[in-house]
């Protein structure tokens, strides 16, 4: 991929600004994704760290913070600790930008960062309009002014739905360009969501049976063990559709399903996932009723311990109608899917933390052997395990040692961490790393987000206008038979269930 990561790539000279700082993200992912790269001496040396959040701190509490991130990052972690910096204030009051100018003007003078900015948007998604309006008309003490970079990434959701991701584009498209946006969704940095890509054109014998005339169905699951934990507030607003279906599956499934791109970089893989999402058909409230179910965990077992329902989590209304799961069928209308039906789901407090991408093909069209002797055989499947064990695995037939002649699938395995001595990076590490250094591939730009609304939008106006209860399945189980359903009614079945 252009712009890749590789041994010796590092960033430019820069400030990387946090918005959000003092928050459960910046703590669990932004601030240990930038220890990973100090620890890989892949931060400039003249790189900054500012923290930015209504809470009360100073640099020192800041400092410590960002140290106890990366207690084993290293000598550069401690220095970019030891520097770090903090302004406590409202987003919407102009003085907390006056005092942000003056503090980048000092690391300009005093670290060498060079006008140079990266500015990280981790707060609740309902101040991302605020803050970008804000930075657009701080003035060039707070963005580069042409001195160097300004760069701002955008956590997700991108909108709550199609008009307000609209409105939100339209506010940051008035203070800043696209090629400044980073729309990020962290599940592109895994190396496993990349290897598709590596996987489909780096390999010849691929290529010929990706397609309707030998797939006869794609599954592609994203399932966690764990509940809402401490997100009910969050997740009551959004469910599992907004979470996941709109960016992370429709992401993989663009990556799976796209065309060959002219050119492996941010302009050829991301005009060809869009092409791939708006083929994919809107659905009607009839077809919403048909093809996709929704559900709420209810009370069971979990890793062995008893576990609340999704209504008795704390936060949680007790006549919520919020979905922690998604099964839908999907139908893309091209070329290369015709009529290839593509199955997903997500869903909170399932059997196992799990997140492939399973490729089914057609069965051979005649079996020259006795129906007993090919009772274990399945039809051919190419799985690409994305968490936790990182891996492809290939599904074929074969015959059992012994006299008779009897066949049955067997797997072939490609593990990362048997393959490759190199730890992968993790996904926030890598998107971090590109963002500094301006590789835009990885990211979601405006159209993609938009495309991927469309598909969502009717889906969640179908379901506000009644098509569809919310159902309920023990947690711990793979769902709701419902879901099972789904898929049954074509004379298949989930892979997990």
Known sequence: MAGSASPGRSTPPAVVVVFGASGDLTNRKVLPALAGLARDNLLDPATALVGVARTQLDDADFAARVQRAGPDAGPAWARLAAGARYVAGDYGDPDTFQRLGAVLDELDRTVGTSGNRLFYLATVPTVFPRIVAALGTAGPGVVAGGRGFTRIVIEKPFGHDLASAEKLDEVIHDHFDETQIYRIDHYLGKETVQNLLALRFANAIFEPIWNRRYVDHVQITVAEELGV?????????????????????????????????????????????????????????????????????????????????????????????????????????????????????????????????????????????????????????????????????????????????????????????????????????????????????????????????????????????????????????????????????????????
């Open 229 to 497: 934990e401490e997100r009910a507030g969050f997740y009551e607003s959004a469910g599992a559709l907004r979470d996941i279906v709109q960016n992370h599956l429709l992401q993989v499934l663009a990556l799976t399903c796209m065309e060959p791109p002219v050119h492996v970089d941010a302009k050829g893989i991301r005009d060809e996932k869009v092409k791939v999402i708006e083929a994919i058909e809107p659905m009607d409230p009839g077809r919403v009723a048909q093809d996709v179910v929704r559900a709420q965990y209810r009370s069971g077992t979990s890793g062995g311990h008893p576990v609340p329902g999704y209504r008795e989590e704390r936060g949680v209304a007790p006549d919520s109608q919020t979905e922690t799961f998604v099964a839908a069928r999907l139908s893309i209308d091209n070329w290369r899917w015709n009529g290839v039906p593509f199955y997903i789901r997500t869903g909170k407090r399932l059997g196992a933390r799990l997140t492939e991408v399973a490729m089914q093909f057609r069965r051979v069209p005649h079996l020259p052997f006795a129906a007993g002797d090919a009772r274990g055989l399945h039809p051919n499947s190419l799985v690409l395990r994305i968490q936790p064990d990182e891996g492809i695995c290939l599904e074929f037939g074969a015959k059992v040692p012994g006299q008779g002649f009897t066949v049955r699938s067997v797997n072939m395995d490609f593990s990362y961490a048997a393959s490759f001595a190199e730890q992968p990076h993790d996904g926030y590490e890598r998107l971090l790393l590109d963002a500094l250094t301006g590789d835009p591939t990885l990211f979601i730009r405006s159209d993609e987000a938009a495309s991927a609304w469309r598909i969502c939008d009717p889906i969640l106006s179908a379901w506000a206008d009644g098509a569809g209860s919310v159902v309920g399945y023990p947690a711990g189980s793979w769902g709701p038979r419902e879901a099972d359903r789904l898929l049954e009614r074509d004379g298949r079945r989930w892979r997990h269930q």
